[in-house]
């Protein structure tokens, strides 16, 4: 079957999943954990094969750290496929219930959105997680994993279709593309898929932005701020910037760029400076900063960087509206902080800052779905419209209308025969 | 200003809107109605000067009375504009309130969703409904109306303008752009606007949909269906197919498409010929239809256009499924319909027709934001994300996640120091 093929089948069963009640989809998510078992060998035989061609690329150790799948990780993802099982159903919620008039009944539901196209990085166990999320949310999905785990997600693919064809839901409902170019085939079909969810580099997904009519749900840039404000804890501000910056480099919801206030930059900076340098990180900072702290003096326009590593940006502002003004144009609306005790500072950042996330006293790295106990998230999304954040089941799902009528029509609203009487019912 | 300069400035001004308390955006709308008032007469001359260039440019009566603007358009006006006012505040809602850990907590609140374009009909009611939708929820909006209105367009803004600055609000949160040209140049502004909402016409928003990144909100076409079933009651079914067709023929939620259970063919499709015939509707069906009525006869592939005329098209199907199955495939996901009194029929109906509206025995010509009680809409959408349906204040909102914590940081749950303890707020 190619990609169009599959396409045609999936917009087909889409309502078919969609109306499923909760009792199968968990049954097909426990029956994914019994193939998962079963095929266990299978599985790692195969990751071994991918692991034997890493090591023959070269690849860094900490990508193939993230390829293993091996029996803690299986544990891992079982315990995580439970969790999910027990999540309440996304489907069927009904989230407004009005009489418009006298036999006239509306109800908005929650629904699947329907065909999802997810193109997500070289980890087994993302494959697993993402299908699980579309299944409990009943939308269908196309998958594209790393190459660099082709063996393994194959294996681990057909493990999921087993499973939902034990569960009674067609193994149609999910597709697995395993060539590159099917990627650009997919972001054609915008009259097959209603969105698109892209996980991966910055240039990845702006590629996927730029070339599809698709929606896109996801980031690109993962530029987060932490404002130290006149009234911040130094000694929690430190902890804070050292996790936000050092738990885990590589990721969107570090930290890349620190604004001082002035009036506390003299005490501050110095302890600040130690602290990063203790713990490997390099200080990028303008001209100001270096009258204060030994730092890499840079430009200006080279303190709004995405460093995804042990560098840090500096910079001095005059109060807090500088930094919130700041933060809405150089950052990337996913998640800024401000450490502060004054609580008119914090509500005011709070209010005027414009991203997904915006924290008081507490590490940026806790954007992320299962932090915010959504049990899973499908990515972060940083565009405005539909979901934002970090998205779980919730943002997985959208809505319709349902009206229950006995014979009513519009001409006798228009021609004021009759009028609507509005009364939300319970 | 031009309109790169407006949204330089927009933007800037955005996230200070945006945290606006609801009595001075309510402020501006009570305001928005005395200028309106006190500039009566101006607004009814340049309206005069419109409609004397539309009778100039041969403009067909139709379009000449929606570009009308008396004193009883004003009085509607007004009114609608009272009943916004009083509707409750969209922004600044809690819809999620969790503890993640003891002194660690997320609040989800509403929050507008910043810079949206809006492109629509000449209409001069319209310019003034969407800045005052836009000003209750908070969002910058750069406006651009159809040109037959373009000198009571200009007068219109001039008031509203100066009912902004009267209740100590920024001139700059809205923008109208005047010349067509600058659509295209509106489209280029990713990085300054967050969603566009075309209205018009079919090729118009299939237009604006493939020529920006910015996500568009809206419909293109505008495919509804009627499915009668067995179970119909036939006096039902034939007043809301001509409410649905004739009640106001060149609409977006105006039937289009007819689909007649066979096993009531032979009973249903003369009585419904008769009464499409008294209300001047030609039937379009294909060679199995003119075995039991008179209709212009085509081919299958005609029967699935968007008349927006006193056409309409009728298939007969073998049962519920197929219709189900029909509409998904040819619909346009907008709002489509079932006749039928037995229960399980319709509820099969609702489960698996996968439109923004799905209702039972009542007009398709409710599906709007004044017939939702909305009060009012920006638009409908048939997109799936974000905003489906009629689209009101609701649909003009996303959300942040605030999370307030006392120093936390990831490593303590990362490294099994701390667990996350995840509560409900009240």
Do not use: W
Not at 104 to 126: H, Q, S, W
Not at 190 to 218: C, H, Q
Not at 231 to 236: L, M, R, V, Y
Request: glycine letters at 6%; hydrophobic letters at 40%.
């Amino acid at each position: 079957m190619n990609i169009r093929e599959a396409l045609v089948e999936m917009k087909a069963q889409s309502p078919v999943l969609g109306a499923t009640p909760v009792e199968k989809r968990n049954k097909a998510l426990s029956c994914i954990i019994e193939e998962l078992k079963a095929d266990s060998a299978e599985i790692f035989k195969a990751n071994k094969k991918d692991l034997e061609e890493a090591h023959k690329a070269n690849l860094a150790d900490s990508i193939i750290q993230r390829l293993k799948f091996n029996e803690k990780k299986l544990e891992g993802l079982v315990a995580g496929l439970a969790d999910l099982i027990q999540l309440p159903d996304p489907l069927f919620k009904t989230t407004l219930a009005r009489q418009l008039d006298e036999g006239l009944n509306m109800y908005r539901k929650t629904c699947p959105i329907g065909v999802i196209g997810i193109i997500f990085e070289a980890r087994p166990d993302a494959l697993v997680q993402i299908s699980s999320l579309c299944i409990k949310s009943g939308n269908c999905a196309v998958l594209k994993g790393g190459s660099e785990t082709f063996n393994t997600n194959r294996v681990l693919f057909q493990s999921i279709q087993k499973a939902l064809v034990k569960a009674g839901i067609s193994e149609h409902v999910l597709f697995q593309a395993e060539e590159r170019t099917e990627i650009s085939e997919l972001l054609k079909y915008d009259e097959y898929v209603d969105l698109i969810i892209p996980r991966g580099s910055n240039a990845f997904v702006r590629y996927i932005m730029d070339n599809t009519k698709i929606p896109v749900l996801g980031h690109a840039d993962g530029k987060c701020h932490i404002y130290v404000d006149t009234s911040a804890d130094f000694e929690k501000a430190l902890k804070i910037i050292v996790d936000s910056k050092t738990q885990y480099v590589s990721v969107c919801n570090a930290v890349e760029a620190l604004l001082v206030n002035r009036t506390i930059a003299k005490e501050f900076l110095p302890l600040l400076a130690k602290v990063l340098a203790d713990n490997h990180v390099t200080v990028k900072g303008n001209k100001e900063v270096s009258d204060y702290i030994n730092c890499d003096v840079v430009e200006d326009a080279e303190l709004v960087k995405e460093y995804l590593d042990y560098i840090v940006s500096v910079r001095i502002v005059e109060d807090e509206a500088e930094a919130i003004q700041y933060i809405n144009k150089n950052g990337s609306h996913h998640t800024d902080c401000i450490i502060a005790e004054d609580k008119e500072a914090v509500a005011q950042f709070m209010r005027l800052v414009d991203s997904a996330g915006v924290y008081n006293n507490c590490s940026t790295r806790f954007a992320d779905g299962y932090r915010y106990g959504f049990g899973a998230e499908v990515g972060v999304s940083t565009v405005k419209i539909h979901a934002r954040g970090p998205v779980g089941l919730e943002g997985m799902v959208t809505y319709k209308y349902e009206i229950y009528g006995d014979g009513h029509i519009v001409d006798d609203y228009a021609s004021g025969k009759k009028e609507f009487h509005f009364k939300e019912l319970d």
